[in-house]
Every structure is written in structure tokens, then in C-alpha cells.
């Protein structure tokens, strides 16, 4: 510590300079500054400066004091009073306390990498000014501080109502509070350009409220806080008001909007005033993901459950085999457009499915049984994702009657379905969700297979699935209510496959095959809550589908079989599916 007396100021202190050191005033302040003094006091490097009154400076009596805090951290206001000024500059350096100056003082603050967490208060007559810059923080109240400077990614964070005079901001923020209490901040004028971090509430009509009084100017962006509940009966909702000026205030995403509950809001100027408005409303990402993760479960039902052939080869050439144990692994892509609902989203599925099966007797029918587990991960915009894991088993029944050439292919299924949102929001938040739900589906096809010259064969069917799945209500971790009523489908299918049948010498064969068909979703109404507003899952019409695969007997008894396709048609289209698989009969 080095303590220097200017003989000219009665004996008073001039200087003061902390280096790794300490002072304590046992019942007063750290230092005091009086007298008509000029003191330069500086706090260096892990050194302390504490007052027994709670007062680490005080500067009284027409006295100035300058303050430099550099690599240390303060503890204790600083009062100023008597027509005393007082700077204090904080370099890396932190401050928990107040800086006060009466209706005669002058303060100034200025924070460079710095931290304070306390007020800068001034009160009416006198004067005041506040600089951050090089990413400072300082938390806590500004009142009647005639100029405040926020720069370089430094933020001030707000904690009460607070009135100032000329705020310039060059690249900083402001945070209103948190997201639960809703602040004004007047200012006298406003320039540069700068962020705005504010909450709200459509549902009370709650805000937090810049207000401009006079000339504003610059380019400056809002980020609004999100929410999952709906707004009331509030129109709009207003945000900024300015008095006059050219200012320009957007916010502070791509999607320009403010995700609120069921619908997204985006902000309008009227005048000098910038609300977010109903009349702009959008589906909102919370609304997008649970209608899609209601809607999924029927196309992982369908993909889980395909065509015989594509399931467990060509069947037809083990006839006298008792039993037999196949597996195929499978993988496809739906893209949902933008309907009615305004939901869209891709899927992406991939499974395995196991199966065992025996001839009944010396019949024409084989009894089976399958069980597996298929992954399916939704892509949504804006960072929303989604994922069902599906866990089924079922049993299935096919009759082929070898001389006519006619089948019959039925299946019948159980899921379980774990459900899991995650919703990236327009403040760059993020709110998430899980539920477990159960669904049932089954299929028909009724099929002949005709045989035509040089191998060739050609099979029309047909083909009527069904699948529903359970209704569910849950709840994202922002309060976002979501309830699924019973999803429903009915699809109609009609086609042909054609075929060759290829001899490779012995009991080896191999079977190419393309296929075309017809379909229609019958189902209209999948109807899904969300915040008491009531939207329709809607995939019904007709679609499109073809497909081509090979089916080859390697030995008598055992198979591999590959297939591919493609659909598309109203509001759905699935670029690709492939399934891979191998039966082997005992």
C-alpha cells in the first residue's frame, strides 16, 4: 500500500493506491474524500476496500474523486454528496454496490470487461453518466442518469422501472428482468443500434414497454420471450413507443415472430408504435410438433407392415416346409406438406422385424407370428425434431391355393409408441415433452398370381389397412397443453406386380418384380387440442405407388429378397423405402 498527503489540502489525502493490499474503516467508510479535496484512488490486484457503514468511498464537501478498480473486487457503495463529483472506472474488475449522488453530485461509471451488480441512482439536480463496453455487465437500477453508453456486447440487465435521459447503444443490450416480471424503461432519446431482451404476456396483456419520449434513430432489434399458454382477448400488444424519429426495431430471428401457445405473432408499426399483432398469427413450432408426432404413428404403423412378398420373400416354392424363421430390416422417408393445418415436417423411419411361421397342417394356410422395433425421427423447421421408437408384435395369416394362384395375406399388429418432442423457439430457447401411447392395425390383401409364358407371371390385388392409434394428453415443460383425439386411417389399395421367374440351375431361382398401385386414405378427420384451439390432421386422397424387387432362392431352403419404392400423392410423399430381408425354411 502507498498512502501520499498533499500538504496543500490541510493534510487531507491526495492519493491512494492498493496493490495486493486492504483497507477497512472500522466504523466509516473505506475512504473518505472531503473538504474540497482532490483524491486518486486506485484498487489494484486482488486488493480490498471495505467500509464498517457499508460506504467503501464517499465523497463529500465540494471534493472530486477518481476511482480506478483494476483486476480486483469492490464490495460497498459508493455516496457522493455537497457538490462532490466522483468517477469510478472498473477495468476486469467487479462491484457489488451502489453508486448514489444527491441533487449536487456528479458520478460517472464506466465498466470495461468489468461487473456491477447494484444501482447507479441520482437524484433530481444532479448528474450522472454510465459507460459499458468490452462485454461489461451491470444488473441493477439506473435512475436519472442523463446518459448511458452500452457498447461492444455489453449488457445492462434491468431489475425495477427505470427512467434515463440519452441512451446510445453500439452494439450492446438490454435485458428486461426475467421472463416473469415486466419492466418500463423510459428514455429521453435513443441512438445507434442495440438489442432489446423483453418478456410478455398476450395472455394478461403484460409487457415489458420501451418508451421513447423523444427523437429516436438507428437500427435496433427486440428479442421477445416465448410462452406455451394463449393469449386472451388482447389484439396487440405493444412493445416500443417512440416520439418521434426514423428508428427502425425488428426482431431478432429469421423467422420474424414471437412463438405464444398455438400461434406465432410477428411485430407491426403503427405510427410510432411497434406491437405484436393477432391479425399476423401463424402456426406456431409447439403446434407443428405435437401435430406431428400425433399424426406419425399411423405411416410407422404402415411402414412396419407391408406386402408378403416384401416381408418374407416368395413363399410359394416351400410349399411341404412345416416352418421357417425370417427377418427384415427396413428404412423409409415420408415428407408431409404444408395442408390445411399448416403442419409440415419430415420422417424418417428405420426398423427390424423378426418372424416365425408354420403350414397348418397339409392346408393351404401358414400361421405366423412377428415382433420388431422401428426408430422414427421427424425434422421440423426452425430446430424442432421429434422421435418415436415403436415397439409391435403381431400375428399374421396368409392362404395360397397353388392351383389357382389365388391368396390371401392378413395381418394384425400391436405398438407401442414412445413419444419425445423437442421444440426450438423463436428467443432461442428450447421446451421439450415425452408420452407413451398404443395403437392397433391390420391389412387384407386378396391377390392372384398368373402365370404367363417364358416365366412371366403377373398378380392384381388388392388391399384394404386399417390402423388407429390412442388419443394422449401431455403437457411441454412450458406449460404448452396438448390433447390427441384417436388417430384414425383407412387406406384402399389396388395394383399388379409383374414378375419373372428365373431358374439358376438345382433348387435355385431368382424373381424380379415391379409393381404399381392406387391408393386412398379414406380418413379425413385426426383431430388434435392444442391450448383449446382445435386443428385437423388431415391426409386423406389418393397417392401413387411403385416399387420394384427381386426375391431369390438360394437353396431349397433358404431365401434373401430386397425391395424399393416410391409414393406420392396429396399432402404426402415417400421419396424412398428398401427392405432387406432373409427367410429359411426347416
Known sequence: MRLARDTSTMGLVSSLSLEGSSVTGKTGAGVRVDGGSVAQIDVLNNS???????????????????????????????????????????????????????????????????????????????????????????????????????????NWTLNANNTIGDLAMTGGRITFGDENSFYELNVQSLSGNGEFYMASNFASGATDFLNVTGNASGTHGLMVGTSGTDPASVERLQLVHTGSGDAQFSLLNDRQEVDLGAYSYKLVKDGQDWY?????????????????????????????????????????????????????????QHNIADASSGVGYQQNQRGLTFGADAQLGESNWTLGLLAGHSRSDLNLSYGSSGSIDSYYVGGYATWMDPESGYYVDSVLKYNRYQNDAKVGLSDGTRTKGDYDTHGMSASVEVGKHIKLDDGYFIEPFAQVAAAAVAGKDFTLDNGFDANGDVSRSLLGKVGTTLGKTISLGGDSMIQPYVKAAFAHEFAQRNQVQVNNNVFNNDLSGSRAELGAGVAWTVA????????????????????YSFSLGASYRF
Not at 279 to 293: D, F, G, H, Y
Not at 557 to 570: H, R, S, T, W
Open 276 to 332: 405484436l399483432d393477432r391479425e399476423t398469427r401463424t402456426i406456431s413450432p409447439m403446434t407443428r410438433t405435437v401435430m406431428a408426432l400425433f399424426n406419425t404413428p399411423i405411416t410407422i404403423a404402415y411402414g412396419e407392415m407391408t406386402s408378403l412378398r416384401s416381408r418374407m420373400g416368395e413363399l410359394r416354392y416351400n410349399q411341404g416346409k412345416n416352418a421357417g424363421v425370417w427377418m427384415r430390416a427396413y428404412g423409409n
Open 48 to 154: 480490498q476496500l471495505n467500509g464498517g457503514n457499508g460506504n467503501a468511498l464517499e465523497v463529500a464537501a465540494a471534493s472530486q474523486a477518481t476511482m480506478n478498480v483494476r483486476n480486483s473486487a469492490l464490495s460497498g457503495d459508493v455516496l457522493v454528496t455537497d457538490t462532490s463529483s466522483a468517477t469510478v472506472s472498473l477495468d476486469q474488475a467487479s462491484l457489488t454496490g451502489n453508486l448514489i449522488g444527491d441533487d449536487s453530485a456528479a458520478v460517472v461509471l464506466i465498466l470495461d470487461q468489468s461487473t456491477m451488480t447494484g444501482d447507479v441512482r441520482v437524484a433530481p439536480g444532479g448528474s450522472g453518466g454510465v459507460t459499458l463496453g468490452n462485454n461489461s455487465q451491470l444488473t441493477g437500477r439506473l435512475e436519472h442518469v442523463q446518459q448511458v453508453n452500452i457498447n461492444s456486447n455489453s
Open 556 to 575: 431349397k431352403d433358404f431365401q434373401v429378397y430386397g425391395e424399393a419404392g416410391y409414393m406420392n400423392g396429396k399432402n404426402i410423399e415417400m421419396p
